[in-house]
C-alpha cells in the first residue's frame, strides 16, 4: 500500500493497530469462541454483509488462505463460498438467538429503506490481523461505511432492535473478512507465515455496491437471506 492515506484512512489505521494489541492480552469486544463443529454451530447472528464477487473471493483463498491451510490444516478455514465483508451486525451469535422474527422484520424494514439512500464505497485491503479467536484480512475504507453502520443503528434503537454487539470503537469502522477460525493456539510456524503473506498483499480497491441482512452462525452456514439492497452507484 503505497499512496497518501486520507484522514479517514490514518484514523481506521490506528484502531486496527490498537485492536491488533488489545487482541493479544485481554480482548474486550465481542468474540466467537471456539467450538468443535463451527459448520454444523448452532449459534445463530442477525447481521450485514456484502457477499464478495467470486473473482476476489477465489483471490482470497488462492493468496492466503490456501498457503495457510498448507502450514496448519488443523484451523477452520473459510471456503469462497462462506467469506463475506462484515458491514454492520444487529445481534451477536447465540444460541438460542438474541432475536425473534419480528425483529427480523423490524430489521429488513428498517435497512429496505436506509441501505438505498447511501452510496458505494471502497475498500482499500492491504493486511492481515491475528484477532484472539480469529485472523482477519483488514482494510481501510471511504467514509461512507460509517454512515452506513450508524443511519440503521439510531433506527434500529429507537425501534426497539439495538446492536448488541460490544464494538472496540464507535467511529472509524474499517473493514474486516474473517479467514481462519482458531481451532488452538497458533504456532510460531503459523505467525510467521501470517506475516510473510501480510507484507505481499496488494488487492485493488474492492468496491461495495450492496448490503445482505441475513441470519447465520460464525462461519455463515445456515444461511437465511431476508434482504439485498444496492448502494447509490457513483460512478
Request: glycine share 2%; net charge negative; aromatic share 10%.
Amino acid at each position: 500500500m503505497h499512496h497518501n492515506y486520507t484522514l479517514h484512512q490514518q484514523k481506521q489505521i490506528e484502531i486496527i493497530n490498537s485492536l491488533e494489541n488489545t487482541s493479544r492480552q485481554n480482548p474486550n469486544y465481542s468474540v466467537v469462541t471456539p467450538v468443535a463443529d463451527f459448520t454444523n454451530d448452532p449459534r445463530l447472528c442477525l447481521t450485514s454483509v456484502n457477499i464478495p464477487e467470486p473473482d476476489f473471493a477465489n483471490k482470497i483463498v488462492a493468496e492466503i488462505i490456501s498457503p495457510l491451510k498448507l502450514v496448519d490444516p488443523g484451523h477452520f478455514y473459510y471456503s469462497t463460498d462462506n467469506l463475506h465483508l462484515t458491514i454492520k451486525n444487529v445481534r451477536v451469535i447465540n444460541d438460542p438467538p438474541h432475536f425473534n422474527s419480528q425483529e427480523e422484520t423490524i430489521a429488513a424494514s428498517i435497512f429496505s429503506t436506509v441501505v438505498p439512500q447511501h452510496h458505494s464505497f471502497k475498500i482499500y485491503y492491504y493486511r492481515l490481523l491475528v484477532l484472539s479467536t480469529s485472523l482477519a484480512l483488514v482494510g481501510t475504507t471511504d467514509p461512507e461505511l460509517d454512515n452506513i453502520i450508524f443511519d440503521p443503528d439510531d433506527k434500529l434503537a429507537t425501534s426497539g432492535v439495538p446492536d448488541d454487539k460490544v464494538l472496540i470503537n464507535k467511529q472509524y469502522f474499517f473493514s474486516n473478512i474473517c479467514l481462519a477460525r482458531f481451532t488452538h493456539t497458533i504456532t510460531p510456524e503459523f505467525q510467521q507465515a501470517i506475516q510473510q503473506i501480510s507484507q505481499l498483499i496488494s488487492f485493488s480497491p474492492y468496491l461495495v455496491n450492496s448490503v445482505t441482512l441475513l441470519v447465520c452462525n460464525g462461519v455463515f452456514q445456515k444461511r437465511r437471506i431476508l434482504g439485498t439492497w444496492k448502494l447509490k452507484d457513483d460512478q
